[in-house]
């Protein structure tokens, strides 16, 4: 079982480290970006992640019932600064296409767990998938669609 889980983890590295090669610049500083949105969402830090989202938006979060747009997506990330919880988070990024120079589709996989500071966790083992669709505008980079779902419990993306 052991072996099992080593070839796992070696050949997730090898197909992100081959992905990443082939990123071009545009696609390397999207990622970047989807970095930059969960260090803003563990450090709490709304303004600098609600930056992220364009006027626009319009996709659909997780836990959410309909669409959301702007306005409505800073939520969680006021209620983890709000109630100091602790947020961890692992990335798998699995696909990214570039549309010709000013739009980026980016597909990955988060695990984030909620520590509530009283022993309590959540999202322990709950990959969850995202895609994030980033518009070039004025020279900045920002999301415009968007839609979480989640994957089946304990199971590791593949990728």
Request: hydrophobic share 40%; net charge negative.
């Amino acid at each position: 079982m052991q072996v099992r889980w080593a070839v796992l983890v070696a050949s997730l590295s090898l197909a992100f480290s081959a992905g990443a090669r082939d990123w071009n610049a545009d696609e390397k500083t999207v990622w970047q970006l989807e970095e930059d949105y969960w260090r803003y969402v563990s450090a709490g830090d709304v303004d600098s992640y609600v930056k992220l989202w364009h006027d626009d938006f319009v996709g659909w979060p997780c836990f959410e019932w309909n669409p959301a747009r702007k306005g409505d997506i800073g939520k969680w990330v006021r209620d983890i600064r709000d109630n100091k919880w602790k947020l961890t988070y692992q990335l798998k990024p699995l696909e990214m296409q570039d549309f010709g120079g000013d739009t980026v589709v980016v597909h990955y996989a988060a695990e984030y767990v909620y520590d509530y500071g009283d022993g309590t966790k959540s999202g322990v083992g709950i990959w969850r998938k995202f895609t994030h669709t980033w518009m070039r505008t004025g020279g900045e980079w920002q999301i415009i669609g968007g839609m979480c779902a989640a994957q089946e419990p304990v199971k590791a993306p593949r990728g």
